[in-house]
């Protein structure tokens, strides 16, 4: 049994002394020498390295190594060469003895005697030999034809410049296998040599060095482990190819990607674990042994590496220690493999950090914008389930901005493509909580004042506390209904829904003043119904409440009231551009007619229909839709028609009006429809008027029109062409002239 001392460390990697890897191997302080191994270091290396340790016997070691070396192949021609005489001498000997007896014995003869006997002994003590008790002879002779048996002898050989009282501290042996070099010569010749040795090693490979110590049959083998420190750390060195490799993963798997250097960088374990699984193929050798390695690499990342450390549950982040590599076109690589199975990640996630990373990843390549508000979705979620409130503080703001104002419509067009008009209700519901959670009381207000309208009585309860916790006690009181009805009626279905809407909203079409009764008692009926429950409505039931009530306020010439309920259309969250994009155009209709019925008539009204019509134009464009598309393309017709009216003749303005009617006229010839053809015409010739260009093919589908058209829109046509006519812009239509005198 040798008689040494072994002591295996965890956790005290990064105690090593080697900085680089054209850094010397091997380094000696005081009575202690640090050994670092790094993954493709040759025993040449290590050879050389030990040379350099130690100024005063480097030279004598040369000059032993390559004497000791000499003498060996000296020694070993001289034997052979003896050796090979004896054979001859046995030979010629024998074949005397054989074929001349008797002869003269001669001193020649006595000598090939005395060679043959020691030639015989040799052999007959060459067994013994071989196998005794310290086996020299027989490693002497394997080391003539082996070379790791030369070496072993050199590294022997080395060392023995050292005292064995001297301390030596090996790192990163763990790295290799048994059969590796390392292990077969190097720490062979230093637990040979020395009385103390410590091992630092991983963590999860201590059982097996302890294993394979056992093997070199020490007197004294023991594994202590060490907490970890704060101390600094550089490992990357002692990293293997493949915990290089994961390294670069695990940089890819965390915030690094938001570029936000001056926040913590939070990592993905289960992101880490997925793409190694999926993104890094050519690493699937065999899957259950590639988990057991990414789980071994995490371990060693937190006690060996100290590459990441744990605050709070689920939150793994970076340490000072790492240090991050410039991995942009994997970065690429990695974004497009997760934009192709963004459904699989959410299904798989639960962490909200990875939702945020796969977000960020994402964000720029994926074209359907649904997917990516699903990720939202899911990280506003696993927040709510994880409870790590402060996530929103750091990084929901960097995605979203502020909530914005869902009683300003003037702010509208900045908010179209918010976030928060695309979440879901639940999740916007979430989103409450969390800025509460957080502090940010107004952002929940905003929220909570957004989703009011789809059930007052559960939001006010909510913008109540959320005033309390503000400090304002009589906004809170202020914010509760008077008294709360005990409402036992169950939410109506869709289609009872749906009868009170079209028959209030067919009847304030027409505009049929002998019907306006029973449209209203309709709409009556509806709000009742809507409103008689307390479990949340569906946002397309109010808004279409809210449209049908601002055109029944304009049929009773109530234009600002009309206005006031199209700007609630606009405050109710979820919709889409088409309902969005209707709103904007009926209040442009509104504020027309306050225009117009204004005893002196501001040119900011109609400034304000303009601008919104274009809204609802733009809106309305990016659906496609062309049902509606007409009317649509009408009513913006006429509102310029309108500026121009009272004002100078601007050809910019002309030529918008013969565009926005030309687009009318082809869609409704496209759909052979002739829903509102005939105010379309009419805008169409004027503005040709005004331009200067004739047109007799649509005076004569205008002249053709108008006797099938109804009773309000031929007023309304009639009334714009004598509008035109009283300020002398365009020239009088004899059929136009004769429906006026008849009308």
Aim: glycine share 2%; proline share 1%; net charge positive.
């Amino acid at each position: 049994m040798k008689q040494n001392n072994c002591f295996i460390y965890t956790s005290r990697l990064c105690n090593h002394k080697r900085k680089t890897l054209e850094d010397p191997c091997i380094v000696k302080k005081g009575n202690d020498i640090f050994i670092t191994y790094c993954q493709n270091d040759s025993l040449d290396k290590f050879e050389a390295d030990i040379g350099l340790i130690d100024g005063k016997s480097s030279f004598f070691y040369f000059l032993r190594k390559k004497i000791s070396a000499s003498l060996i192949s000296f020694i070993s021609i001289i034997l052979i060469l003896l050796a090979i005489i004896s054979v001859s001498i046995y030979e010629d000997i024998l074949k005397k003895i054989i074929f001349e007896m008797p002869f003269i014995w001669e001193t020649k003869d006595f000598i090939s005697l005395f060679f043959v006997a020691v030639f015989f002994l040799g052999l007959l003590m060459m067994p013994s030999l071989l196998d005794g008790e310290t086996s020299e002879f027989k490693n002497l002779i394997s080391s003539w034809f082996n070379k790791d048996i030369r070496r072993l002898k050199k590294l022997k050989l080395a060392f023995s410049n050292f005292d064995k009282k001297t301390v030596v501290h090996l790192y990163n042996f763990d790295l290799e296998d048994s059969s590796h070099w390392v292990w077969r010569l190097l720490i062979n010749s230093i637990l040979n040599r020395f009385n103390t040795v410590n091992f630092y090693v991983r963590n999860d490979k201590s059982q097996n060095i302890l294993k394979r110590l056992k093997e070199f049959d020490l007197l004294n083998i023991e594994l202590i482990k060490r907490g970890k420190t704060l101390k600094k750390c550089d490992v990357e060195i002692l990293l293997s190819s493949k915990e290089q490799k994961l390294y670069s993963l695990m940089q890819l798997c965390s915030t690094v990607i938001l570029k936000q250097r001056d926040k913590k960088s939070f990592i993905s374990l289960e992101l880490f674990e997925y793409c190694g699984k999926n993104f890094i193929r050519d690493e699937i050798d065999n899957k259950n042994q590639l988990i057991f390695g990414f789980q071994n690499f995490i371990n060693r990342s937190f006690e060996d590496f100290r590459f990441v450390t744990q605050e709070k549950a689920l939150q793994v982040y970076f340490t000072s220690n790492v240090i991050f590599k410039d991995l942009e076109e994997e970065e690429k690589r990695l974004a497009y493999y997760l934009r192709n199975h963004i459904e699989e990640c959410l299904s798989y996630f639960e962490n909200p950090i990875s939702f945020l990373i796969l977000y960020y990843y994402v964000k720029e390549i994926v074209l359907d914008k649904k997917r990516t508000i699903k990720i939202l979705e899911q990280f506003i979620e696993s927040i709510e389930k994880k409870q790590q409130y402060e996530l929103i503080d750091l990084y929901w703001f960097d995605i979203a901005g502020l909530m914005f104002d869902s009683k300003d419509s003037n702010n509208f067009e900045n908010s179209t493509n918010s976030y928060y008009r695309q979440l879901s209700i639940d999740s916007l519901n979430k989103l409450i909580v969390l800025f509460k959670r957080n502090g940010y009381f107004e952002q929940a207000l905003l929220v909570s004042n957004y989703l009011y309208e789809i059930n007052p009585v559960k939001y006010s309860v909510i913008i109540c506390s959320l005033y309390e916790r503000m400090g304002n006690f009589d906004k809170a009181l202020n914010s509760l209904p008077k008294n709360m009805s005990s409402n036992i009626n169950i939410k109506p279905n869709d289609t009872e829904v749906k009868f009170y809407q079209r028959k209030a909203w067919i009847i304030v079409s027409q505009r049929k003043e002998e019907l306006k009764e029973e449209g209203l008692e309709a709409l009556e009926k509806l709000k009742s119904i809507l409103f008689s429950h307390i479990e949340d409505n569906t946002p397309l039931w109010l808004w279409h409440y809210y449209n049908i009530k601002a055109n029944y306020e304009e049929w009773g010439k109530n234009y600002d009231n009309a206005v006031n309920y199209y700007k609630k259309c606009l405050a109710i969250p979820t919709l889409g551009a088409f309902e969005y994009g209707a709103s904007f155009v009926n209040m442009a209709i509104a504020y027309r007619f306050i225009y117009l019925t204004q005893a002196t008539q501001e040119i900011a009204k109609i400034n304000e229909a303009i601008k919104l019509g274009e809204i609802g134009l733009v809106l309305k464009q990016s659906v496609g839709d062309r049902d509606e598309m007409p009317i649509v393309l009408h009513n913006q017709a006429l509102n310029i028609l309108y500026k121009i009216l009272n004002s100078s003749i601007e050809n910019s303005l002309c030529n918008e009006v013969l565009n926005l009617t030309q687009d009318a006229l082809e869609i409704l010839d496209k759909t052979k429809s002739i829903k509102r053809l005939g105010m379309i015409l009419i805008e169409n010739y004027i503005a040709k008027s005004l331009l200067k260009i004739e047109d007799k093919n649509i005076l004569k589908r205008l002249e053709k029109q108008i006797e099938v058209l109804d009773k309000n829109e031929l007023n309304q046509l009639l009334n714009l062409y004598k509008q035109f006519i009283k300020v002398n812009k365009i020239k009088k239509v004899e059929f136009l002239e004769n429906k006026l005198e008849n009308n």
